[in-house]
């Protein structure tokens, strides 16, 4: 046997002994930010683990595109900044898609729609004098709230709105569609007797979406793919089942 012949026999042999390694990779790994203290959509059981219908919807979204999830939990706050900047590949919660935001960040297609709802007393009203609104930290409310010059209260969970009200620091809240949710299944929040009702401005309302990071523009696409996918085959569905009880989509 010539030596190219056998060389070139060698080298066939060593990729296929090497072709199991291969099969064997791990998949490309997600870096995915979510929330821990912000139920339904993500937060921490009993044990401590991660759970909540944006949490669930990301980890299918990742089984769908055959990729691996790095959870990893960040503040509101910081996350449209540290999703511009990279140090994240998608948000795993529910951002209103703002022209603001697409200054910084790519969406992917909706997965909801929101609303806000405002919660006070009966007489307090929004912009009356003296009275001091509760509201997420570096969200879309908070930055209404302050557009329109009125007394702002910033909190980072929807205890801390509890806790706010029930000191009388605050006389009302805004909160987005799922926390509102939420705050009516608490006997605390019940006991304080606040009236509800949907603010209707184009700032506070609008489709929520999963914000992805400019630096990973190459992930839309397939996430966008894999959420049309979820929803075709029930998963979707058996998701918003089991954390809500009403249809989002």
């Known amino acids: 046997m010539s030596l190219l012949r056998y060389l070139s026999v060698s080298g066939i042999c060593l990729l296929m002994l090497a072709a199991p390694d291969f099969a064997k ?25 991660l759970t909540g219908f944006s949490y669930a919807i990301a980890k ?9 999830c790095e959870f990893q939990v960040s503040k509101l706050d910081f996350m449209i900044d540290d999703l511009a900047a990279g140090h994240f590949d998608i948000a795993a919660i529910g951002l209103l898609n703002t022209p603001a935001r697409r200054q910084k960040i790519l969406f992917s297609q909706p997965f909801y729609r929101s609303i806000s709802v405002w919660f006070a007393k009966s007489g307090f009203q929004p912009g009356s004098p003296g009275v001091r609104v509760s509201t997420f930290r570096g969200s879309v409310q908070e930055n ?20 706010q009200l029930s000191a009388g620091v605050a006389q009302a809240i805004i909160a987005p569609l799922m926390t509102s949710f939420n705050l009516q299944r608490n006997p605390r929040f019940l006991q304080l007797g606040l009236m509800p009702f949907v603010l209707k401005a184009p700032e506070l309302e609008g489709d929520a979406s999963f ?22 085959n029930g998963t979707f569905d058996r998701i918003n089942t089991q954390f809500l009880p009403f249809r989002v989509h």
């Open 25 to 49: 990779a791990e998949p490309a790994t997600l870096r995915v930010a979510v929330l821990d203290d912000a139920p339904p959509m993500s937060y921490r059981d009993e044990a401590g683990n």
């Open 60 to 68: 299918a979204l990742c089984n769908d595109m055959k990729l691996k």
């Open 144 to 163: 209404y709230v302050k557009a329109q010059g009125w007394e702002s209260i910033s909190a980072e969970t929807d205890a801390e709105m509890i806790e």
């Open 211 to 232: 914000g992805i990071s400019p630096k990973r523009a190459e992930i839309k696409e397939p996430l966008d793919k894999a959420l049309e996918n979820i929803r075709r």
